[in-house]
Protein backbone atom coordinates (compact mmCIF):
# COMPACT_ATOMS: atom_id res chain seq x y z
CA UNK A 1 0.00 0.00 0.00
CA UNK A 2 2.79 2.03 1.03
CA UNK A 3 4.66 1.58 -2.50
CA UNK A 4 1.24 2.56 -4.22
CA UNK A 5 0.81 5.86 -2.75
CA UNK A 6 4.41 6.68 -3.53
CA UNK A 7 4.11 5.91 -7.25
CA UNK A 8 0.73 7.40 -7.28
CA UNK A 9 2.28 10.33 -6.12
CA UNK A 10 5.06 10.54 -8.59
CA UNK A 11 2.78 10.24 -11.00
CA UNK A 12 0.65 12.98 -9.95
CA UNK A 13 4.05 15.62 -9.67
CA UNK A 14 4.86 14.41 -13.30
CA UNK A 15 1.23 14.87 -14.14
CA UNK A 16 1.01 18.19 -12.93
CA UNK A 17 4.49 19.40 -14.59
CA UNK A 18 3.24 18.13 -17.67
CA UNK A 19 -0.14 20.63 -17.65
CA UNK A 20 1.61 23.58 -16.29
CA UNK A 21 4.38 23.17 -19.47
CA UNK A 22 1.17 22.71 -21.62
CA UNK A 23 -0.77 25.83 -20.23
CA UNK A 24 2.77 28.01 -20.67
CA UNK A 25 2.83 27.24 -24.02
CA UNK A 26 -0.55 27.89 -24.63
CA UNK A 27 0.04 31.63 -22.87
CA UNK A 28 2.77 32.14 -25.41
CA UNK A 29 0.74 31.32 -28.09
CA UNK A 30 -2.06 33.54 -27.17
CA UNK A 31 0.82 36.73 -27.96
CA UNK A 32 1.85 35.28 -31.56
CA UNK A 33 0.15 37.73 -33.26
CA UNK A 34 0.90 35.75 -36.93
CA UNK A 35 -1.31 32.83 -36.41
CA UNK A 36 -3.09 31.41 -38.58
CA UNK A 37 -6.92 31.56 -38.93
CA UNK A 38 -6.92 27.82 -39.74
CA UNK A 39 -4.33 27.46 -36.72
CA UNK A 40 -6.51 29.10 -34.00
CA UNK A 41 -5.91 27.87 -30.51
CA UNK A 42 -7.82 24.83 -29.29
CA UNK A 43 -8.64 23.84 -33.42
CA UNK A 44 -8.91 19.80 -33.45
CA UNK A 45 -5.88 17.92 -34.30
CA UNK A 46 -5.17 14.69 -34.99
CA UNK A 47 -6.40 12.92 -31.56
CA UNK A 48 -9.70 14.60 -31.70
CA UNK A 49 -11.48 11.44 -33.09
CA UNK A 50 -8.91 9.08 -30.50
CA UNK A 51 -9.93 10.87 -27.42
CA UNK A 52 -14.10 10.62 -28.43
CA UNK A 53 -13.34 7.17 -29.20
CA UNK A 54 -11.59 6.80 -25.68
CA UNK A 55 -13.56 8.55 -23.94
CA UNK A 56 -16.59 6.42 -24.74
CA UNK A 57 -14.74 2.64 -24.19
CA UNK A 58 -13.77 4.31 -20.83
CA UNK A 59 -17.33 4.52 -19.88
CA UNK A 60 -18.26 0.94 -21.32
CA UNK A 61 -14.97 -0.61 -19.69
CA UNK A 62 -16.39 1.64 -16.28
CA UNK A 63 -19.91 -0.37 -16.82
CA UNK A 64 -18.33 -3.76 -17.28
CA UNK A 65 -16.10 -3.21 -13.92
CA UNK A 66 -18.89 -1.85 -11.71
CA UNK A 67 -20.95 -4.83 -12.63
CA UNK A 68 -18.19 -7.11 -12.30
CA UNK A 69 -16.86 -5.69 -8.73
CA UNK A 70 -20.82 -5.92 -7.62
CA UNK A 71 -21.01 -9.52 -8.67
CA UNK A 72 -17.62 -10.86 -7.11
CA UNK A 73 -17.87 -8.66 -3.93
CA UNK A 74 -21.40 -9.12 -2.84
CA UNK A 75 -20.83 -12.23 -0.88
CA UNK A 76 -18.78 -10.21 1.54
CA UNK A 77 -21.97 -7.84 2.17
CA UNK A 78 -23.95 -8.14 5.11
CA UNK A 79 -26.49 -11.18 5.26
CA UNK A 80 -30.05 -10.29 5.75
CA UNK A 81 -31.22 -7.86 8.51
CA UNK A 82 -31.74 -9.76 12.20
CA UNK A 83 -34.25 -7.23 13.20
CA UNK A 84 -37.67 -6.21 12.12
CA UNK A 85 -36.73 -2.70 11.24
CA UNK A 86 -33.51 -3.62 9.84
CA UNK A 87 -35.41 -5.10 7.01
CA UNK A 88 -37.73 -2.59 6.10
CA UNK A 89 -34.49 0.07 6.30
CA UNK A 90 -32.54 -2.39 3.34
CA UNK A 91 -35.77 -2.51 1.38
CA UNK A 92 -35.70 1.39 1.29
CA UNK A 93 -31.62 1.52 1.08
CA UNK A 94 -31.68 -0.71 -1.96
CA UNK A 95 -34.62 1.23 -3.84
CA UNK A 96 -32.59 4.58 -3.01
CA UNK A 97 -29.87 3.03 -4.63
CA UNK A 98 -31.48 1.39 -7.80
CA UNK A 99 -32.56 5.12 -8.46
CA UNK A 100 -29.19 6.68 -8.07
CA UNK A 101 -27.62 4.31 -10.11
CA UNK A 102 -30.26 4.36 -12.72
CA UNK A 103 -29.71 8.32 -12.63
CA UNK A 104 -25.94 7.93 -12.75
CA UNK A 105 -25.82 5.19 -15.87
CA UNK A 106 -27.91 7.07 -17.84
CA UNK A 107 -26.35 10.50 -17.15
CA UNK A 108 -22.94 9.24 -17.88
CA UNK A 109 -23.40 7.21 -20.85
CA UNK A 110 -24.69 10.38 -22.58
CA UNK A 111 -22.29 12.48 -21.28
CA UNK A 112 -19.54 10.29 -22.50
CA UNK A 113 -21.64 9.09 -25.94
CA UNK A 114 -21.75 12.90 -26.59
CA UNK A 115 -18.58 13.50 -26.41
CA UNK A 116 -18.03 10.78 -29.38
CA UNK A 117 -21.08 11.51 -31.47
CA UNK A 118 -20.37 15.40 -31.53
CA UNK A 119 -16.66 15.89 -31.69
CA UNK A 120 -15.71 18.48 -34.08
CA UNK A 121 -16.52 17.82 -37.86
CA UNK A 122 -16.14 21.08 -39.91
CA UNK A 123 -18.94 20.13 -42.27
CA UNK A 124 -21.26 20.48 -38.86
CA UNK A 125 -23.38 23.49 -37.71
CA UNK A 126 -23.60 23.81 -34.65
CA UNK A 127 -27.57 24.86 -33.32
CA UNK A 128 -27.55 26.81 -30.15
CA UNK A 129 -30.29 26.57 -27.54
CA UNK A 130 -30.47 29.47 -25.45
CA UNK A 131 -33.06 28.94 -23.27
CA UNK A 132 -36.08 26.39 -23.29
CA UNK A 133 -38.42 26.82 -20.04
CA UNK A 134 -40.39 23.18 -20.51
CA UNK A 135 -36.79 21.25 -20.25
CA UNK A 136 -36.16 23.12 -17.18
CA UNK A 137 -39.02 22.41 -15.52
CA UNK A 138 -38.73 18.93 -16.51
CA UNK A 139 -35.37 17.82 -15.17
CA UNK A 140 -35.89 20.15 -12.11
CA UNK A 141 -38.95 18.86 -11.36
CA UNK A 142 -38.71 15.01 -11.86
CA UNK A 143 -35.49 14.68 -9.59
CA UNK A 144 -37.08 17.15 -7.26
CA UNK A 145 -40.24 14.75 -6.63
CA UNK A 146 -38.04 11.53 -6.70
CA UNK A 147 -35.89 12.62 -3.99
CA UNK A 148 -38.95 13.85 -1.83
CA UNK A 149 -40.21 10.52 -2.00
CA UNK A 150 -37.13 8.78 -0.78
CA UNK A 151 -36.61 11.52 1.96
CA UNK A 152 -39.96 11.18 3.32
CA UNK A 153 -39.84 7.47 3.06
CA UNK A 154 -36.72 7.25 5.44
CA UNK A 155 -38.20 9.40 7.62
CA UNK A 156 -41.14 7.80 8.05
CA UNK A 157 -38.83 4.78 8.72
CA UNK A 158 -36.73 6.72 11.20
CA UNK A 159 -39.67 7.96 12.80
CA UNK A 160 -41.40 4.47 13.26
CA UNK A 161 -37.54 3.41 14.78
CA UNK A 162 -36.78 6.17 17.23
CA UNK A 163 -40.52 6.39 18.72
CA UNK A 164 -41.55 5.44 22.09
CA UNK A 165 -40.87 1.61 23.06
CA UNK A 166 -43.57 -0.47 23.42
CA UNK A 167 -44.50 -0.59 27.10
CA UNK A 168 -43.17 -4.59 27.24
CA UNK A 169 -39.91 -3.65 25.99
CA UNK A 170 -37.02 -5.24 27.76
CA UNK A 171 -35.10 -2.18 29.08
CA UNK A 172 -31.18 -2.56 28.39
CA UNK A 173 -28.70 -0.16 30.15
CA UNK A 174 -25.79 0.77 28.40
CA UNK A 175 -22.65 2.66 28.66
CA UNK A 176 -19.65 3.37 26.69
CA UNK A 177 -16.14 4.32 28.19
CA UNK A 178 -12.46 4.09 27.31
CA UNK A 179 -12.04 1.27 25.56
CA UNK A 180 -15.77 -1.30 26.23
CA UNK A 181 -19.21 -1.12 27.24
CA UNK A 182 -21.04 -2.13 30.35
CA UNK A 183 -24.03 -3.53 30.43
CA UNK A 184 -27.11 -3.21 33.23
CA UNK A 185 -30.72 -4.97 33.50
CA UNK A 186 -33.09 -4.39 36.15
CA UNK A 187 -33.54 -7.60 38.59
CA UNK A 188 -35.51 -10.42 37.90
CA UNK A 189 -37.45 -9.23 41.41
CA UNK A 190 -38.76 -6.42 40.69
CA UNK A 191 -37.53 -5.76 37.02
CA UNK A 192 -36.99 -1.86 37.83
CA UNK A 193 -34.13 -0.23 37.32
CA UNK A 194 -32.40 1.78 40.21
CA UNK A 195 -31.39 5.38 39.72
CA UNK A 196 -27.60 6.48 38.72
CA UNK A 197 -25.31 9.58 39.24
CA UNK A 198 -22.18 9.97 37.15
CA UNK A 199 -20.64 11.26 40.88
CA UNK A 200 -21.14 7.46 41.87
CA UNK A 201 -18.98 6.19 39.49
CA UNK A 202 -15.43 3.91 41.08
CA UNK A 203 -14.38 1.28 38.89
CA UNK A 204 -12.30 0.11 41.91
CA UNK A 205 -15.08 0.00 43.92
CA UNK A 206 -16.85 -2.31 41.72
CA UNK A 207 -19.80 0.09 40.61
CA UNK A 208 -18.69 1.69 37.06
CA UNK A 209 -21.86 2.75 36.25
CA UNK A 210 -22.74 4.81 39.38
CA UNK A 211 -25.59 2.98 40.30
CA UNK A 212 -27.46 4.68 43.15
CA UNK A 213 -27.84 2.37 46.31
CA UNK A 214 -30.14 4.53 48.40
CA UNK A 215 -32.49 3.50 45.63
CA UNK A 216 -34.04 0.09 46.58
CA UNK A 217 -35.18 -0.82 42.75
CA UNK A 218 -31.26 -1.10 42.58
CA UNK A 219 -30.57 -3.79 45.06
CA UNK A 220 -31.33 -6.95 42.72
CA UNK A 221 -29.84 -5.29 39.39
CA UNK A 222 -27.07 -6.39 37.97
CA UNK A 223 -24.21 -6.13 35.28
CA UNK A 224 -22.06 -7.44 32.22
CA UNK A 225 -19.08 -6.13 30.88
CA UNK A 226 -18.48 -9.10 28.60
CA UNK A 227 -21.48 -10.28 26.88
CA UNK A 228 -25.00 -8.74 26.22
CA UNK A 229 -28.04 -11.19 26.39
CA UNK A 230 -31.42 -9.91 24.56
CA UNK A 231 -34.44 -12.33 23.72
CA UNK A 232 -35.70 -13.10 20.46
CA UNK A 233 -39.00 -11.55 19.01
CA UNK A 234 -39.06 -9.21 22.31
CA UNK A 235 -39.13 -5.50 21.60
CA UNK A 236 -35.49 -4.35 23.15
CA UNK A 237 -35.20 -1.08 24.78
CA UNK A 238 -30.87 0.19 24.82
CA UNK A 239 -30.61 3.29 27.39
CA UNK A 240 -27.58 4.26 26.05
CA UNK A 241 -25.08 6.88 27.52
CA UNK A 242 -21.00 7.36 27.72
CA UNK A 243 -18.73 8.43 30.73
CA UNK A 244 -16.07 9.97 29.33
CA UNK A 245 -16.16 11.03 25.05
CA UNK A 246 -18.42 10.34 22.12
CA UNK A 247 -19.16 6.75 21.55
CA UNK A 248 -21.66 5.34 19.25
CA UNK A 249 -23.70 1.70 19.42
CA UNK A 250 -23.62 -0.57 16.60
CA UNK A 251 -25.27 -3.98 15.83
CA UNK A 252 -24.37 -4.05 12.36
CA UNK A 253 -26.51 -7.35 11.69
CA UNK A 254 -29.50 -5.74 13.05
CA UNK A 255 -29.02 -2.29 11.41
CA UNK A 256 -28.99 -0.70 14.85
CA UNK A 257 -26.54 2.40 15.68
CA UNK A 258 -27.21 5.50 18.33
CA UNK A 259 -24.47 7.80 19.27
CA UNK A 260 -23.72 7.71 22.71
CA UNK A 261 -22.82 11.07 24.50
CA UNK A 262 -21.37 12.02 27.37
CA UNK A 263 -24.44 13.73 29.63
CA UNK A 264 -27.27 13.15 26.75
CA UNK A 265 -28.95 9.81 27.27
CA UNK A 266 -30.08 8.68 23.85
CA UNK A 267 -31.76 5.40 23.37
CA UNK A 268 -32.69 2.76 20.20
CA UNK A 269 -35.35 -0.06 20.17
CA UNK A 270 -35.75 -2.67 17.90
CA UNK A 271 -36.88 -6.70 17.97
CA UNK A 272 -34.37 -9.22 16.87
CA UNK A 273 -35.81 -11.66 14.72
CA UNK A 274 -33.29 -14.33 15.10
CA UNK A 275 -31.15 -16.14 17.42
CA UNK A 276 -27.45 -16.79 17.76
CA UNK A 277 -28.34 -20.06 16.64
CA UNK A 278 -30.83 -19.15 13.94
CA UNK A 279 -27.86 -16.88 12.12
CA UNK A 280 -25.41 -19.45 12.56
CA UNK A 281 -27.68 -22.31 11.10
CA UNK A 282 -28.35 -19.85 8.13
CA UNK A 283 -24.92 -18.60 7.64
CA UNK A 284 -23.60 -22.19 7.72
CA UNK A 285 -20.34 -20.96 10.71
CA UNK A 286 -21.00 -22.72 13.76
CA UNK A 287 -18.45 -19.92 15.27
CA UNK A 288 -20.77 -16.93 14.09
CA UNK A 289 -21.51 -14.43 16.91
CA UNK A 290 -23.38 -10.94 17.05
CA UNK A 291 -21.32 -8.19 17.82
CA UNK A 292 -21.98 -4.32 19.48
CA UNK A 293 -18.89 -2.33 18.31
CA UNK A 294 -17.64 1.78 18.88
CA UNK A 295 -18.03 3.35 15.35
CA UNK A 296 -17.15 6.83 16.58
CA UNK A 297 -13.35 7.44 16.84
CA UNK A 298 -12.70 7.77 20.74
CA UNK A 299 -9.36 7.45 21.14
CA UNK A 300 -6.54 4.81 20.46
CA UNK A 301 -7.88 1.60 20.86
CA UNK A 302 -11.30 2.38 19.33
CA UNK A 303 -10.73 -0.84 16.71
CA UNK A 304 -11.23 -3.04 20.23
CA UNK A 305 -14.40 -1.77 21.46
CA UNK A 306 -16.69 -4.49 21.05
CA UNK A 307 -18.92 -6.22 23.13
CA UNK A 308 -20.44 -10.11 22.33
CA UNK A 309 -24.00 -10.09 21.65
CA UNK A 310 -26.20 -13.27 22.44
CA UNK A 311 -29.91 -13.77 21.05
CA UNK A 312 -31.64 -15.87 23.24
CA UNK A 313 -34.69 -17.35 22.44
CA UNK A 314 -37.42 -16.41 25.22
CA UNK A 315 -37.05 -19.18 27.53
CA UNK A 316 -33.58 -19.73 27.38
CA UNK A 317 -33.17 -15.34 27.84
CA UNK A 318 -35.26 -15.84 31.13
CA UNK A 319 -33.39 -18.81 32.37
CA UNK A 320 -29.67 -16.57 31.79
CA UNK A 321 -31.37 -13.35 33.78
CA UNK A 322 -32.32 -15.80 36.80
CA UNK A 323 -28.58 -17.37 36.63
CA UNK A 324 -26.98 -13.80 36.98
CA UNK A 325 -25.86 -12.32 40.09
CA UNK A 326 -26.86 -8.87 41.82
CA UNK A 327 -24.16 -6.29 41.81
CA UNK A 328 -24.86 -6.61 45.29
CA UNK A 329 -24.12 -10.13 45.27
CA UNK A 330 -20.92 -10.10 43.29
CA UNK A 331 -19.28 -6.97 45.53
CA UNK A 332 -20.70 -6.57 49.26
CA UNK A 333 -18.69 -3.97 49.68
CA UNK A 334 -21.50 -1.77 48.64
CA UNK A 335 -23.34 -2.86 50.80
CA UNK A 336 -21.53 0.56 52.53
CA UNK A 337 -23.30 2.76 50.13
CA UNK A 338 -26.67 1.63 51.32
CA UNK A 339 -28.22 3.79 54.14
CA UNK A 340 -28.48 2.02 57.76
CA UNK A 341 -32.75 1.66 57.04
CA UNK A 342 -32.39 0.13 53.92
CA UNK A 343 -29.20 -2.70 54.95
CA UNK A 344 -31.84 -5.13 56.27
CA UNK A 345 -33.54 -5.31 52.88
CA UNK A 346 -30.12 -5.10 51.39
CA UNK A 347 -28.91 -7.80 53.07
CA UNK A 348 -30.53 -10.85 51.45
CA UNK A 349 -28.71 -9.63 48.42
CA UNK A 350 -25.44 -9.90 50.19
CA UNK A 351 -23.65 -13.52 49.83
CA UNK A 352 -21.97 -14.90 52.97
CA UNK A 353 -18.65 -16.91 53.49
CA UNK A 354 -19.73 -18.30 56.42
CA UNK A 355 -21.83 -21.85 56.20
CA UNK A 356 -25.35 -21.08 57.43
CA UNK A 357 -25.47 -23.33 60.89
CA UNK A 358 -28.80 -24.72 62.12
CA UNK A 359 -29.68 -24.00 65.61
CA UNK A 360 -31.37 -25.87 67.49
CA UNK A 361 -33.41 -24.06 70.70
CA UNK A 362 -32.24 -26.76 73.51
CA UNK A 363 -28.87 -25.83 72.97
CA UNK A 364 -29.35 -22.61 72.81
CA UNK A 365 -31.22 -22.74 75.98
CA UNK A 366 -28.27 -24.86 77.27
CA UNK A 367 -25.75 -22.86 76.43
CA UNK A 368 -27.52 -19.30 78.08
CA UNK A 369 -28.11 -21.32 81.36
CA UNK A 370 -24.30 -22.50 81.39
CA UNK A 371 -23.09 -18.95 81.17
CA UNK A 372 -25.58 -17.83 83.39
CA UNK A 373 -24.25 -20.35 86.17
CA UNK A 374 -20.52 -19.06 85.49
CA UNK A 375 -21.50 -15.49 86.47
CA UNK A 376 -22.92 -16.56 89.57
CA UNK A 377 -20.03 -18.59 90.20
Not at 37 to 42: D, F, K, M, P
Not at 216 to 244: C, T
Not at 294 to 321: N, Q
Not at 351 to 362: G, K, N, R
Request: aromatic letters at 12%; glycine letters at 6%; charged letters at 20%.
Amino acid sequence: MTLLIAILSILFIVLTFMVVSKTQAILKGLTKSEVEESEYLGAPDKFNSANGVGLFAFWIISIVGIIWSFIVYKKDFLPEASSVHGKETDYWFWVSMIVIMIGFFIVNTFLFLFSYLYRHNKNRKVTFYTHNNNLEIIWTTVPAIVMAGLVFSGLRVWTKITSEAPANAEQIDIMGKQFGWTVRYAGVDDNQFGKYNYKLMDDAGGNPMGVDFSDPNSFDDFSNASEMHIPKGKPVLLKIRARDVLHSVFIPHMRVKMDAVPGMPTKFWFVADKSTADMRAELGKPEFNYEIACTEICGRSHFGMKLLLVVDEPADYEKWKKSQKPLLTENPDLLNKVPDNLKAKAQKYVASDEPAVEVVPEVVASRVLGNSSKVLK
